[in-house]
């Protein structure tokens, strides 16, 4: 079931992303750093969908070219989440489906990630599509690399 009606998806500095990056995707970092290099990049957004005030799903796009692709415009898409108690009711699609319209309007031509395999059944609702090879990322696990052509 999907409650979207007081969502607002909003870019947001780094900064905000860090609580959900520490309580849902990396709880084995012990030094309360949660930035990546990649988070002050020029091209880079962070995007929060907002309930009222609070932040319930995050992501982060960064303008990155993966060699497996041939397009020359693509963006990457890193520590993607959705805080615990808001799972599963829409606000991670809403939060992807905002990002893609503001990519679209950047031209850029595909969006790829890591994705953790459990995460796999999401992303393939959002219409990615997965490349064959299955690794391992130090600390969190098996990953895929999915991509969507904008
Ligand atoms: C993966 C994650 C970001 C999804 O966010 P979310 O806000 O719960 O997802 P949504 O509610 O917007 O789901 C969108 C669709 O995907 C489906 N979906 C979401 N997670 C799913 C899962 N684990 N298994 C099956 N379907 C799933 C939803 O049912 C929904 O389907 P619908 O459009 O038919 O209703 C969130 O579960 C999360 O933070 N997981 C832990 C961190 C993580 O793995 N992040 C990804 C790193 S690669």
């Known amino acids: ?23 849902v995707l990396w709880p084995h970092i012990k030094n309360n750093k949660f930035s990546i290099p990649i988070d002050t990049q020029k091209d880079t957004f962070h995007l929060g969908a907002y309930i009222n005030n609070n932040i319930v799903s995050i ?25 615990f108690k808001f799972k599963q009711m829409g606000y991670g699609k809403k939060l ?11 031209q850029i031509e595909l969006l790829w990630c890591d994705a953790r395999l459990e995460a796999i059944p999401f992303y393939k609702k959002l219409h990615m599509k997965s490349l064959n090879t299955i690794y ?6 098996p990953h895929q690399t999915m991509y969507i052509h904008i």
Not at 4 to 23: A, D, G, H, M
Not at 65 to 81: P, S, V
Not at 136 to 141: F, L, S, V, Y
């Open 96 to 106: 992807f489906s905002h990002a893609i319209n503001i990519l679209k309007n950047k």
């Open 136 to 141: 391992n990322i130090k600390n969190i696990g």
């Open 1 to 23: 079931m999907t409650h979207s009606l007081l969502l607002e998806v909003k870019y947001i500095p780094s900064n905000l992303t860090y609580k959900i990056r520490k309580e």
């Open 59 to 83: 992501g982060t796009f960064v303008k990155e070219k993966n060699k497996e692709f041939n397009t020359n415009k693509q963006y990457r898409l890193r520590a993607m989440a959705t805080d």
